[in-house]
């Protein structure tokens, strides 16, 4: 089954706006991780927060994590064309072999 | 590095029809999976290989086969194609396990189609 719930399901944004995405997952988890998907194409790991970790921040991606609700946000800044793309959160458990992904979120960033 | 590589790109198969979707990576990662796409259902673990020689069962395992003889590569077997196997299929590989905090990296996909 399915750990992670991205929310929303889609979201449209003007370029220069700002973009948050939700994840919601339901057991304990060692690290969540955020991907990027663009059309037709693989996955590409973008940041990884840890457990014991509450902010993470790479370039224009700020990333928390609250274990307490079980939840974390990506939030993209000054968003552009080229962040158009679908993005999935993803968890592991501690002792896990498996990473499970959520339904992800379909960004689109309108110039 | 090629990183992650997998062919065929694109396949479409009859039903009852068996195939081997490959999956090879140039990094010395010891864990490989497979996942299935799904419009609107995300990415579901098919199969799972922590090194040569061990593999393990994911989410969906049913109806396919894979074996892992080298580091490099990690075949994914559809033993007889049903429509309900239709789906994008990534081959992915990291270091060591997930929750060692290393991140994935993902192929490019094989979009197959069952008739």
């Known amino acids: 089954s399915q750990q992670g719930e991205e929310d929303p399901q889609a979201l449209s944004i003007q370029e220069g706006e700002n973009a948050t995405m939700n994840c919601s997952y339901k057991?304990?988890?060692?690290?969540l991780q955020w991907y990027r998907q663009n059309s037709g194409r693989g996955l590409v790991h973008l940041i990884l927060?840890?457990?014991?970790?509450r902010e993470k921040h790479s370039g224009r991606l700020r990333v928390t994590l609250d274990t307490s609700k079980k939840s974390s946000s990506l939030l993209i800044t000054a968003s552009r064309a080229a962040d158009t793309a679908s993005y999935f959160c993803?968890?592991?458990?501690?002792?896990?072999?498996?990473?499970?992904f959520g339904k992800g979120t379909k960004l689109s960033v309108i110039p | 590095n090629a990183g992650v590589t997998q062919t065929p790109k694109f396949q479409v198969l009859k039903t009852g029809q068996s195939m081997t979707l490959q999956c090879a990576q140039d990094m010395n990662h010891e864990y490989m999976s497979w996942y299935r796409q799904d419009p609107g259902m995300g990415l579901r673990l098919i199969h799972y290989s922590v090194g040569a020689g061990i593999t393990d069962q994911g989410e969906v395992p049913n109806g396919y086969n894979v074996s892992r003889s080298t580091t490099e590569d990690f075949p994914l077997r559809l033993l007889s194609a049903a429509p309900s196997q239709t789906s994008v299929y990534f081959c992915a590989s990291s270091l060591v396990l997930p929750d060692s905090n290393q991140p994935q990296h993902f192929g490019d996909g094989t979009r197959l189609s069952i008739l």
């Open positions: 057991t304990s988890i060692n690290n």
């Open positions: 927060i840890r457990s014991n970790e």
């Open positions: 993803a968890t592991s458990g501690a002792g896990s072999y498996q990473l499970t």
